[in-house]
């Protein structure tokens, strides 16, 4: 028996437990030692909706959740044992079917019978414990949640408490430094912290548990365990520890490497652009929609001679000689409505202004740019004055080349003409020395038929051999279209333009090329094409130069004719030829006060000669079109 | 007794140069021709007024080398120059060293006789100038040496009487030296003798 029956057993009343039982508000049941149940209350048969007759014997087992009844009896039974207070937790089922959770214990109470013969009972209590229960699962679960979402975070999370030692971190931030977390639990933050971001780190952190702020974030190194170095954005918080519990620092680690990494490629991109930009030979100008000049790298300097401070804000047209200023004003505007391109963008030639006033040629590329809905033009300009002067040399080298070409041809046909002269004046003289001896003779009535006979037969001979002479260089003049060969024209066209380059730059010309690339070949003296495109060109020219209140502008064009054959035409916005159309072309006619009025009668030779025409339109509205065509050679692709 | 005129022709052209033969024999006159200067020079030059049609291009030495090479041989025959195709300069060349008229091939016929004509009057009258100097040379040579020296100081316009105080001699030796030169030199007055003097001292041929 067991100290607390033995208790019981003091008293000698008669005791209704029933009753007793009754009036408790919790769930009771009455049992006998070994468990089975006498009776149970009210309150038990209103909880569970069971009649006494199920609940009596092991009956009231069964409203505990069979899940919970292993557990429960195994406990009961090792209390029981034991002599040892029983309690336990178990779902108890309710009259509608569902479980509420219950603590339930176990009291040893003695019951005395009418007789009063005393006998031990327990009574076994159902406390509702089912609100604190879930209260307690719902903070597992969540505790449990936020484990997971704190392990499985791909953020790295850290804490550590005031001596700066980790006790709490992430796999993210353990796979970030590469130490296990129980290496990781040795260790310090500043253990960790590359040592140039320790001192800001540590001030931080002091101003934190100095109550000077709640929060900061730094961008920081850590090193690895392996030794390398990983960026990371922290987020660090002091929070309060709840129930008296130590204050600690909650981070959020973000690793920012890969971004810093980016950073600092593009910032090394910038730097080399700036320094491309800063040292190029090039004179480098931005502008705005609106053509004001936003920078200037130094070498505008050296180009323009302005100091690129002094251009900021300025138009860009104050670089460019006043003649070319509304062209481009035009042409900017046009291509910023319609995004129609002007000129090439790629390697233009243009005239410079100097800050000293002086003109120079340039060579200009653009680049467009739209950052943050503004468009930004870059130009790049490159001085060309050495590269044209050399191009002058050589076109002018070239020039007396070509001049003296023509001087060795026409010494040539001199030379040809007095061996001519030579071959037929022989004979000739022979002829008429023989001749006019007859004569004297027979006037004299002094000649013998045989003398004459002879003389006669000498005239004959010598008459003879001057045909054959004529013959003999009929030969050799149809051998002179040798010289002829398959060229492109447009390369004919481009040898010529170098030589007139300085005309047309020194009369303020604008030359607009409209070369068609796939040209047939045509068979042609290099050298007479030559003439004929150069007197064209510069007839265009000469015919602009009084031309004040308009663009002189020349176009030269090549394309393929509706015949398939080359056409070429030389277009100028001159004074045009106005009444005297029909004359251009016979010989010694001229409106040039010192023409000779044979370039375009002889320039229709030799294209004529070559098997082409050459003819003169005027031009709408101003100046006049020589077009010439010269046929396809044969073999050539169309 | 001096030969009738000689035309020589030099052209390379076989039909001109036979042409030319023809041409001026037609009109009488004696004509050799050759094709080439170094032809030319192989023959004895005829003692008779004679003159030279050449052709300027020629095959080896030119006709106006030919020129330069004739007069270094002290050879003045006059010379008419004929050319297939002439131009000025060669002609100014040509005329300036004495040449008697420069012709372009064809020629009027006239023209060519002409100038043969004129050449040949010219060569005679040198060669009748060359003969009366020699004449007159040969009269000098036959003086005395007394005899030369008088009249050489007559000429220079002395009287007698000085010439015989400088020769310290006598007044009518000089007059016998003096009259005995005249004789021998053919002269009928002194002005005479002084033209034939003069003639002599300006022969000196080059």
Redesign the interface.
């Given at each position: 028996m067991t100290a607390e029956a033995q208790g019981v057993g003091r008293s000698t009343e008669p005791i209704d437990l029933q009753a007793l039982v009754e009036t408790i508000p919790a769930l009771v049941v009455c049992a006998l030692a070994d468990g089975s149940a006498e009776f149970a209350n009210r309150a038990w048969h209103e909880y569970t909706g069971c009649s006494s007759p199920e609940l009596t014997g092991w009956g009231w087992h069964a409203t505990i959740h069979p899940d919970d009844l292993p557990n429960f009896i195994q406990e009961w039974t090792v209390a029981t044992a034991a002599g040892k207070p029983f309690e336990t937790e178990a779902r108890v089922r309710r009259a509608d079917g569902e479980y509420q959770w219950f603590a339930i214990r176990k009291a040893l109470a003695v019951s005395r019978d009418q007789v009063g013969e005393p006998s031990l009972r327990a009574l076994i209590a159902c406390e509702d414990i089912h609100e604190r229960r879930q209260a307690q699962e719902r903070l597992q679960q969540s505790e449990q949640r936020w484990q997971t979402a704190f392990e499985n975070s791909a953020i790295g999370i850290m804490m550590r408490d005031r001596a700066d030692r980790f006790f709490a971190a992430n796999r993210a931030f353990r796979d970030m430094l590469g130490y296990t977390e129980s290496e990781l639990y040795q260790l310090c933050q500043l253990d960790v912290t590359y040592e140039e971001d320790r001192e800001l780190n540590l001030e931080l952190v002091g101003e934190l548990w100095a109550g000077k702020r709640q929060h900061f974030q730094i961008e920081k190194r850590y090193r690895r365990k392996d030794g390398t170095l990983v960026w990371v954005r922290n987020n660090v918080t002091l929070v309060p520890g709840t129930g008296g519990a130590a204050f600690f620092l909650f981070t959020i680690v973000e690793d920012i490497t890969e971004r810093k990494k980016e950073e600092s490629e593009r910032r090394s991109i910038e730097q080399r652009y700036r320094v491309m930009v800063e040292t190029a030979s090039d004179a480098v100008v931005c502008i705005d929609e609106k053509g004001a000049i936003l920078l200037a790298n130094p070498a505008t300097t050296k180009v323009f001679g302005y100091d690129p401070a002094d251009l900021i804000g300025k138009p860009l047209t104050m670089l460019m000689p006043e003649y070319l200023r509304k062209l481009h004003e035009d042409g900017f505007r046009r291509y910023a409505a319609t995004g129609q391109r002007h000129i090439n963008w790629q390697g233009t030639e243009l005239t410079g202004l100097r800050k000293n006033g002086e003109e120079f040629p340039v060579e200009i590329s653009f680049g467009e740019l739209t950052a943050d809905g503004h468009r930004i033009f870059t130009g790049f300009v490159r001085d060309i004055s050495e590269r044209k002067q050399a191009e002058e040399l050589r076109a002018s080298l070239y020039a007396t080349q070509l001049e003296l070409a023509q001087v060795s041809r026409l010494t040539t046909m001199g030379e040809l003409a007095?061996?001519i002269?030579?071959?037929v004046?022989?004979?000739?003289?022979?002829?008429?020395?023989?001749a006019?001896?007859?004569l004297?003779?027979l006037a004299r009535r002094n000649l013998d038929p045989e003398v004459l006979h002879r003389?006669l037969e000498?005239i004959v001979?010598?008459g003879t051999?001057a045909s054959a002479v004529i013959a003999r260089i009929r030969a050799f003049i149809k051998k002179a279209p040798a010289e002829r060969k398959e060229l492109d024209i447009n390369d004919v066209i481009q040898e010529v333009l170098a030589l007139a380059r300085r005309e047309l730059s020194e009369n303020r010309v604008l030359l607009e090329l409209e070369l068609m690339k796939t040209l047939p070949l045509v068979l042609v003296d290099r050298v007479q094409l030559q003439q004929v495109l150069l007197n064209l060109i510069m007839n265009g020219i000469e015919a602009m130069t009084a031309v004040t209140d308009r663009r002189r502008t020349l176009w030269v064009q090549s394309h393929v004719g509706e015949a398939g054959d080359v056409l070429v035409a030389v277009r100028d916005s001159g004074s045009g030829l106005g009444s005297e159309g029909d004359h251009v072309f016979t010989p010694f006619f001229t409106t040039k006060t010192n023409g000779m009025g044979m370039g375009l009668s002889i320039s229709r030779s030799l294209v004529e000669s070559h098997g082409g025409r050459l003819w003169a339109t005027p031009n709408s509205p101003h100046g006049a079109i020589f077009s010439f065509t010269l046929p396809a050679a044969a073999g050539s692709p169309p | 007794m001096t030969q009738a005129p000689v035309v020589f022709v030099v052209d390379d052209d076989p039909s001109v140069r036979s042409s030319l033969k023809f041409l001026m024999s037609s009109v009488g006159l004696q004509v050799e021709s050759f094709d080439s200067a170094d032809a030319l020079l192989q023959r004895k030059l005829p003692d008779a007024p004679s003159c030279l049609v050449l052709d300027v291009r020629l095959r080896g030495l030119s006709g106006l080398d030919f020129q330069r090479e004739l007069a270094a041989r002290n050879c003045h025959m006059p010379i008419i120059f004929i050319t297939g195709h002439g131009d000025i300069p060669m002609s100014v060349r040509a005329m300036k060293a004495g040449a008697i008229e420069f012709l372009t091939k064809p020629f009027r016929d006239q023209d060519l006789l002409d100038a043969v004509r004129i050449a040949l009057e010219k060569d005679r009258e040198r060669r009748e100038r060359k003969k009366e100097v020699s004449d007159l040379k040969e009269r000098f040579n036959s003086l005395t040496p007394r005899e030369q020296k008088v009249i050489s100081m007559v000429v220079s316009g002395m009287l007698n009487k000085q010439i015989a105080d400088q020769l310290g001699t006598a007044e009518n030796t000089v007059k016998v030296h003096r009259s005995r030169a005249m004789e021998k030199m053919r002269a009928q007055s002194v002005a005479e003798l002084v033209k034939m003097i003069d003639k002599l001292e300006s022969s000196v041929e080059p």
């Open positions: 007095a061996s002269a030579h071959e004046n022989q004979p000739l003289t022979a002829v008429t020395n023989n006019n001896a007859c004297r003779l003389a000498e001979a010598d051999r | -």
